[in-house]
């Protein structure tokens, strides 16, 4: 009796040592990435693995996207390379988007972890690089060919020694070669620290290995998780979301059901395929099809095998959301980022009260480049003008929750944060001219959806710059509930009048500003009811107009 | 503490320290060899009432005349408080036009991952009040737009119809050129002489618009109370014949004169912590412990930092009012020099509770004072650390709070066994000892990411322990980190106003300038930093006329591409131009270190420069080991839990003022005073050094 109660503790204690091991690892990948998406928006992953593949602990990072993705690849790293060939020193590695977390771009590495000569555990990471050759990151790809190198499952590094000609290879493919190979690096690192970390504890505590400590740790959080399922109502909830897609709408269908045995997500009925790279692949829309389950049910569950186990994804093969090899896959996140908001449309039907409303979701980030060639640029245009390519992480509103309002231009389901302006302009020729609150695009409600933002841009060397747009919600916006009005949608225009296209590459022509207005959250509940002195305040900060107060709300001043 | 001096010399006089806490106001007096303690209880309303009733009551003891003070160092969280509890001025915001929301968007992240109900911390200056004004100065310091001084002027009703009594200037890339952000001072000023007014430029002259809006804001916010506090405080004393120099604690563990704390009095948050940091600073000295990791442990929180080399490890930056209290990224950024550490709800206050996976969760929140712990008995019910540790056996009953509250170990028990032990089919004594494994285990992880995040070992580190909770868990926090050494100094309770009298008077500046490494403009980069030198000594020489001086300068360097900076030293002359390639191979020395492997062919970027200029500490009366000694007959015996052994084992129980220099003793033992016990576990020797601070080994 004695023993075992000392023995729970014992376990409760290296449970926490095994997530404090993946944050290390997860931090050392943050503070030495190059990638902006990396280290600005935690758009990475760290987790440690039983050796038959069942994820123990993950890291709490910035991106949902590879939430239970980077786990199906440790399952796919050992199809390809079994246990028993895995030996102290090797490292190995993909970037396949089927295999991996979805585009090229990212990086999949898993180290095995020997401990007194036993392979006792694997650690995997995942990190986005800042480029991966092809014709350059967006949606403007029609095969995954087109998107750049792609790596298989190797050895990126045998017994100790790194595979010199894969790092050439990838050095050959990619425009900021020294960068990504050093994102290689950093990620074998970090697999490394986790390693040591783990001896240390199987050392403290006298123990072989952690099967069954994992194996506890995973029993737990599968009963906890349908614990948390089981005080929701039983049954099956469907919704449909369109969304703005590159050629045409994209429809998304999903039926929700809430069993004792966990929760189905089926798919059935989403559009097919597209021709550009929006598409996802599946692994991407299981992490964030679970992400937005997790959101609302049993939030304060860590993720392993077990909590992930009980939320099931379904999505028919050739549908966007299971679309097969070769299709173009780069900028799967668009419509992936929309999954929480179709889930969430489902959660409501069984639990209003819990669950906010549609929001921008998408992010809306502004990607310019400048100084080069381009169709519809005339060469004589850029002709000794500055070479630059940034990225402006941005965002929309979030939908009202239930009993507060909306969050304005504040990223989710991503956990992006946004670069400095300042910092942008030191590295590149854009000035920024307009960033603020965007009036009246909170969708009116009880409680109101969270604000877009208004953002204005020029070259400031006077000359062409390209605009690669991968912006959604401008023909679908957020929808609002229970009487709730939808936000604004989604705007992108020259600043003398011309309307530009969501998604593509678009000149904004030399002497022309660009204008990017993001969408706003739904509201909750009729705008009506809402209280006075909310109103009252929205109209004293300008976050509405008078006549939108008059119009929406009944204000009479 | 020594027997009262009644000798009076004017040369080497009494120095005051006091640390008006939230609760308490700590104040020590010292010279020499002698110093006297006070605690009194801090009066918000008007906090110089205590600071002057803690003033009387040490005269009183030590018998020193107030007009024999040499010096006086405050430190106070009147700052932290006004910005966490929203009670500072009516303060408006200027910005370049189009930009007013920049300091209310923020990163436009979430803190939480999965929490969709949170909540972002309101901005301090209301949207309402939020003003753009037409102007514009580029990256390269090119004016875009001239600024509109009509528009300047056609405000001035605007924010005195709103009652505004502060104004924050932050316009983009004004570390660049200021002249917009003096010229809008100006004109405000010209028309309204009192108004209070911060420039961004001047407060944090450093890129990043939000981070630098958001501190000229918070600078603004504090101003108008903590200049008037300051004022009273100083009449207050002249009448009462104290006319020695005030100096006021920092955060970054430096002290400055009281009229520079007025002009930024954003640099006056979390001086206690500060002072805590210095304090361990100071006894690492002392021990001659180049590696040392403080471990501070009250009732609320516990705090780590690392001091290598004697120098506390220091950060730029610094979050207030955080949502969730120990949650990154839930505050407000302010961008000041600052003693970096870690912060987690880990004190013995702590409340213990099951969570839905049936698992242990101690903190974050604490039960305070009141009703505190089950073991005070007075009506508190939640289990905390400290009933934890009263089943344990690690506090001694007698001299509990120093003898003026009783311990309820029953009670202690009993809380215990209902919140944890029934659910888990457990004793009390294993829902204790799951409860300080999981505080220890904690405070280990957090020490452990913090040695990750900056590059250190955390196993070649000597702890020093202090605050309330601290010796207690400091043993077994020490193993669990792989730590062999732990000091446990004396006086450690009230420790942040000791640490005051220790710090040296700095200043600290920073300013942001753009420079490649391979074409640096080495004469741009001399002119800023002289000039930054020159202002710092003339700072540091106002509250030190003659003391000698030092200065450290560094650089805030990363790859070109990269997100973070790191921190690398500069040698402390003017640069020439062949440099580069040494600074190149420091920044390169300095990156390996902290992250394992130097990049090659990466370019070097430098966004900001960095300076220090403070006055040289004094040499520490070093100390030694003590001819060995073997411990005296120990005055009291209790029951203490042994975690190896899972039972109750007899333990000695020292009284920490009968130790002499060089008594060494085995574990299991208690060392009691009266804020405080240090457990010695079994496995662990305890030495007394000559200054009588405890060394714990294994």
Redesign the interface.
């Known amino acids: 009796m004695k023993r075992s109660a000392l023995h729970a503790i014992q376990r409760q204690v290296m449970w926490n040592r095994l997530i404090s091991v993946v944050e290390e690892q997860a931090q050392t990948l943050v503070r030495t990435a190059f990638g902006p998406p990396t280290r600005e928006a935690g758009d990475l992953s760290a987790g440690v693995f039983l050796p038959n593949g069942d994820m123990v602990a993950q890291a709490v990072t910035g991106t949902p996207g590879h939430v239970n993705s980077m786990a199906e690849a440790v399952r796919q790293f050992l199809a390809a390379i079994p246990a028993a060939a895995m030996r102290a020193g090797d490292v190995y590695v993909t970037n396949d988007p089927w295999k991996g977390t979805g585009h090229l771009n990212d990086f999949t590495v898993v180290t095995p972890a020997f401990h007194r000569k036993r392979l006792v555990a694997l650690f995997a990471c995942t990190v986005h690089v800042v480029d991966i050759g092809g014709i350059g990151f967006g949606p403007d790809g029609h095969q995954v060919y087109h998107e750049g190198l792609y790596v298989p499952i190797m050895r990126l590094a045998d017994r100790g020694s790194m595979n010199e000609s894969l790092l050439a290879i990838v050095r050959a493919n990619v425009r900021e070669p020294i960068q990504v190979e050093g994102d290689l690096y950093a990620l074998a690192a970090c697999n490394e620290i986790g390693c040591r970390r783990l001896s240390a504890m199987l050392d403290e505590y006298g123990l072989r290995d952690i099967d069954e400590l994992g194996a506890d740790i995973i029993e737990r959080s599968r009963r906890a998780m349908l614990a948390a399922i089981a005080a929701w109502p039983a049954g099956t909830y469907r919704n449909t979301l369109d969304t703005d897609g590159y050629e045409r709408t994209v429809r998304l269908e999903a039926r929700l059901t809430i069993a004792k045995s966990g929760i189905d997500i089926d798919f059935t009925g989403t559009s097919g395929v597209s021709a550009y790279g929006i598409n996802v692949p599946k692994s991407y829309t299981d992490a964030y099809t679970s992400f937005g389950v997790r959101c609302i049910i049993g939030a304060n569950i860590p993720n392993n095998a077990g909590s992930l186990s009980v939320v099931r994804v379904h999505a028919p093969e050739g549908s966007i959301l299971n679309a097969p090899f070769p299709l173009a896959v780069a900028a799967r996140s668009i419509i992936g980022q929309m999954l929480p908001d179709v889930v969430f449309g489902c959660l409501a039907q069984a639990r209003p009260e819990s669950v906010p409303a549609e929001g921008a979701s998408s992010l809306w980030n502004v990607r310019l480049a400048g100084g080069q060639a381009f169709k519809a640029i005339d060469a004589a245009e850029v002709a000794g003008k500055t070479r630059f390519n940034i990225v402006s992480f941005n965002t929309g509103g979030t939908g009202a929750r239930p009993g507060k309002d909306g969050l304005s231009v504040t990223s989710f389901p991503s956990g992006i944060r946004n670069v400095s302006m300042e910092i942008l302009e030191s590295i590149s020729p854009v000035l920024f001219w307009r960033k603020e609150y965007r009036t009246d695009s909170g969708g009116a409600g009880r409680w109101r959806g969270g604000l877009g933002q208004v953002m204005e841009f020029e070259n400031g060397e006077d000359a062409p710059m390209v605009l690669g747009a991968t912006f959604d919600r401008i023909d679908n916006p957020a929808r609002g509930t229970s009487g709730g009005l939808g936000g604004a949608p989604g705007r992108v225009r020259i600043a003398s009048g011309r309307e530009l296209s969501g998604k593509g590459r678009q000149v904004v022509p030399r002497g022309e500003r660009l204008i990017v207005e993001t969408p706003g959250g739904g509201g909750i509940g009729e705008p009506h009811a809402r209280a006075r002195e909310l109103v009252r305040r929205d109209l004293d900060d300008g976050l509405i107009s008078e006549s939108a107060a008059c119009a929406l709300y009944g204000w009479t001043a | 503490m020594s027997a009262p001096q009644r000798t009076r010399t004017s040369a080497s006089g009494w120095r005051l320290a006091v640390d008006v806490g939230g609760t308490f106001t700590d104040l020590v007096l010292q010279r020499g060899e002698a110093r006297f303690t006070a605690k009194v209880l801090t009066t918000p309303r008007a906090p110089e009432e205590a600071v002057l009733a803690g003033i009387e009551q040490i005269l009183d003891a030590s018998g020193a005349a107030a007009d024999s003070l040499e010096s006086m160092i405050f430190g106070t969280t009147l700052a932290t408080n006004a910005l966490i509890e929203r009670k500072g001025a009516v303060t408006a915001l200027i910005t370049t036009e189009?930009?007013?929301?920049?300091v209310?968007?923020g990163?436009?992240?979430?803190f939480s991952?999965?929490?969709?109900?949170?909540?972002?911390p309101a901005p301090l200056v209301?949207?309402?009040l939020r003003y753009g004004v037409p102007e514009?100065i580029?990256?390269a310091g090119r004016v875009?737009l001239a600024l509109d001084e009509d528009a300047v002027r056609a405000l001035v009703p605007l924010l005195r119809r709103a009652g505004v009594q502060s104004v924050a200037v932050a316009l983009?890339?004004s570390y660049v050129d200021p002249r917009h952000e003096q010229r809008i001072r100006e004109i405000l000023l010209d028309a309204w002489p009192e108004l209070w007014i911060t420039l961004s430029c001047e407060v944090c002259p450093e890129?990043?618009?939000?981070e630098r809006t958001s501190t000229a804001c918070a600078n603004a916010y504090v101003q108008p109370i903590m200049s008037g506090y300051l004022r009273r405080l100083q009449g207050r004393l002249a009448q009462r014949g104290v006319r020695c120099p005030l100096f006021l604690m920092t955060s970054g563990g430096a002290i400055t004169t009281l009229e520079r704390g007025a002009r930024e009095p954003v640099r006056l948050v979390e001086s206690g912590p500060a002072g805590g940091a210095v304090l361990a600073r100071e006894v690492a000295a002392q021990c001659g412990v180049t590696r040392a990791l403080s471990f501070d442990m009250g009732g609320t929180t516990a705090k780590v930092c690392f001091i290598d080399d004697f120098a506390p490890a220091e950060s730029r930056s610094f979050e207030f009012g955080r949502m969730y209290r120990f949650l990154k990224g839930s505050g407000l950024p302010i961008r000041i020099p600052v003693i970096e550490m870690v912060e987690i709800g880990a004190g013995g206050g702590s409340i213990a509770r099951l969570?839905?996976?049936?698992?242990?969760q101690v903190g974050p929140d604490s039960a305070g004072a009141e009703p505190g712990p089950a073991c005070y008995g007075r009506g508190g019910s939640a289990a905390t650390v400290t009933d934890a540790d009263a089943v344990l056996g690690r506090l001694d009953p007698d001299r509990f709070a120093g003898g003026s509250m009783a311990l309820d170990v029953a009670a202690a028990r009993e809380a215990l066994a209902r919140e944890l032990g029934a659910a888990?089919a457990?004793p009390a004594e294993?829902a204790a000892?799951?409860v300080s494994?999981?505080v220890e285990?904690?405070m280990a992880?957090a020490a452990?990411?913090h040695a990750?995040?900056l590059g250190k070992t955390v196993e070649d580190y000597t702890l020093i322990a202090f605050g309330g909770a601290a010796p207690l868990h400091a043993a077994r926090l020490a193993q669990k980190l792989?730590i062999r050494h732990v000091i446990v100094p004396s006086g450690a309770a009230v420790g942040s106003a000791l640490g005051f009298l220790w710090a040296p008077v700095a200043f600290h500046a920073v300013r942001s300038f753009?420079q490649r490494l391979d074409r640096i403009d080495v004469a741009k980069v001399n002119e800023l930093v002289q000039a930054m030198s020159r202002d710092a000594t003339g700072i540091v020489r106002g509250g030190a006329p003659r003391a000698r001086l030092e200065e450290q300068r560094s650089a805030f360097m990363r790859?070109v591409?990269?997100?973070?900076e790191i921190t690398v030293a500069l040698p402390a002359r003017a640069l020439r131009a062949a440099d580069a390639p040494a600074l190149r191979r420091d920044f390169e020395t300095e990156y390996a270190r902290?992250?394992?492997?130097a990049?090659?062919?990466?370019q070097v970027e430098v966004l900001s420069w960095s300076l220090v200029v403070r006055t040289r500490s004094k040499r520490s009366l070093p100390a030694k080991r003590a001819k060995l000694r073997a411990a005296p007959r120990a005055p009291r015996r209790q029951a203490l839990y042994d975690p190896r052994a899972?039972r109750f084992r007899d333990a000695a129980v020292f009284d920490r003022a009968e130790l002499r220099a060089g008594t060494r003793f085995a574990g299991p033992a208690l060392v009691a005073e009266d804020q405080t016990t240090t457990v010695v576990g079994a496995g662990c020797t305890a030495e007394v050094d000559t200054l009588g601070y405890l060394h714990l080994r294994r």
């Open positions: 189009g930009f007013r929301d920049v209310e968007i990163l436009e992240n979430r991952q999965y929490d969709v109900f949170l909540d972002k209301p949207r309402r514009r580029d990256a875009r983009l890339h890129v990043r618009e939000y969570d839905e996976l049936q698992r242990v888990l457990v294993t000892l799951a494994e999981i285990e904690n992880n452990r990411v990750m995040e792989g753009y790859y591409g990269q997100g973070h902290l992250y394992g492997r990049i090659p062919h990466l899972q």
